[in-house]
């Protein structure tokens, strides 16, 4: 079981923001943006690499919920950017699909 799977399950506790039957979103414990949120499935899916065709509605879903958040949070207007990382050379540290939500401040690009 995944990290984000016992969060899912309320086996872990976290700050959550946002949930639905399909998603749940909360703040990231290690923010790098000041509002840092974690949209996540809560059927687990390891990477977007290995979605499937079935899965499309529910990736929809984490980007509609994650615009729908940066509302709520007072980022959408100002910007804000989303993150999926896939594999260890993309940064991917947990094997549970998610999408970071990053905002609050200017983001830079390249990041790193």
């Known amino acids: 079981m995944t990290l984000f799977e016992k969060i899912?399950?309320?086996e872990i506790p976290a700050?959550?923001?946002f949930e639905d039957g399909d998603c749940l979103a909360f703040r990231d414990i290690s923010p790098k943006a000041p509002v840092h949120i974690l949209v996540v499935p809560?059927?687990?899916i390891p990477r977007v690499a290995e979605a499937v065709p079935e899965d499309a509605a529910l990736?929809?879903?984490l980007l509609l919920t994650a615009a729908r958040i940066a509302k709520s949070e007072g980022?959408?207007?100002s910007g804000f950017r989303l993150v999926v990382n896939?594999?260890?050379d993309g940064g991917e540290t947990v094997t549970h699909l998610h999408v970071?939500?990053?905002g609050g401040r200017a983001l830079g690009w390249p990041p790193g």
């Open 100 to 102: 970071h939500l990053l």
């Open 8 to 10: 899912v399950a309320r």
């Open 75 to 77: 980022i959408s207007d």
């Open 86 to 88: 896939n594999g260890g």
């Open 59 to 61: 990736l929809g879903r």
């Open 15 to 17: 700050d959550i923001v």
């Open 42 to 44: 809560k059927r687990a």
